[in-house]
């Protein structure tokens, strides 16, 4: 699904911005409206065009393969579709800049896009990664095992079990663009942790990135949602489209 800004002009060239999830036991392609759209047609009205699209490994109604695809590579499974898929649509629209790309996401979204912007450094430019589940030795082991599978060695005495995904804070020293990390501190789903461990990743590389922490807020960003609509249109006007504002106030929100 491709959004675009309310003043579309196709003789423009417009920065890219994938929002994206993985899966594996959901595809997050919109296919209907509603008024809380704010990752995706919202935020195309800055200036953006906005995709979602899926990826293999990405749903398990399509296919016993389609699904098995992303086992033992968790992490990394559903990268290589989302960068191809959008140079295909550079290649195919000349209103996309292919030089300006971004990538966001939630939840697993947020584990996807900060591991995209490490592993593609030099393809997208920045990002925004929300409540991650970056590392998933501390994250719910009922969903991890479940999708990434665990491997079973049997020997002539014992049986064990081999299971391990590979974590975002192991490519920090890759990172070249502009990443934001966001997180409640009371995430009741993705324990803030998993984006602590990234930090401190990041911190050892010697890397400029920056961090949101929305207190009080759990999964989902609750009353400060708006907030952070409005740090997110920052962070990608500022490296994707070269606006930003040095006002301290964001004018935008009401709290009327």
């Not at 800055?46 to 979602?52: A, D, H, L, R, S």
């Not at 990538?103 to 430019?125: E, N, R, V």
């Not at 207190?215 to 400060?224: A, D, L, N, T, Y």
Request: charged letters at 25%.
């Amino acid at each position: 699904v491709m959004y675009k800004p309310f003043d579309f002009d196709s003789t423009k060239c417009y920065p890219l911005i994938e929002y994206v999830y993985p899966g594996p036991q959901t595809e997050a392609v919109n296919e209907s409206w509603s008024s809380g759209m704010n990752r995706i047609d919202r935020l195309a009205q800055m200036g953006f065009i906005v995709i979602t699209i899926g990826n293999r490994g990405g749903h398990p109604n399509r296919s016993k393969w389609y699904h098995n695809f992303g086992y033992g590579n968790l992490r990394d499974y559903g990268l290589a579709d989302k960068k191809v898929a959008a140079q295909q649509l550079i290649a195919r629209h000349s209103f996309i800049d292919g030089e300006r790309v971004g990538i966001h996401g939630h939840s697993g979204g947020g584990f996807m896009s900060t591991a995209a912007i490490l592993q593609y450094p030099d393809f997208f430019k920045a990002a925004v990664s929300c409540a991650g589940n970056h590392d998933n030795r501390i994250y719910n082991r009922w969903w991890s095992e479940k999708h990434h599978g665990i491997k079973e060695n049997i020997n002539e005495t014992d049986t064990t079990f081999a299971y391990r995904i590979s974590t975002n804070q192991e490519l920090a020293g890759r990172l070249k663009g502009h990443l934001m990390l966001v997180t409640g501190d009371m995430d009741n789903n993705v324990n803030p942790a998993n984006t602590i461990r990234v930090i401190d990743a990041l911190i050892k590389a010697n890397k400029r990135f920056d961090i949101l922490l929305l207190p009080g807020q759990r999964h989902s960003f609750g009353s400060m949602d708006e907030y952070f609509f409005w740090k997110m249109a920052d962070h990608f006007c500022r490296y994707l489209l070269g606006e930003s504002k040095t006002e301290v106030d964001i004018k935008e929100i009401n709290n009327d």
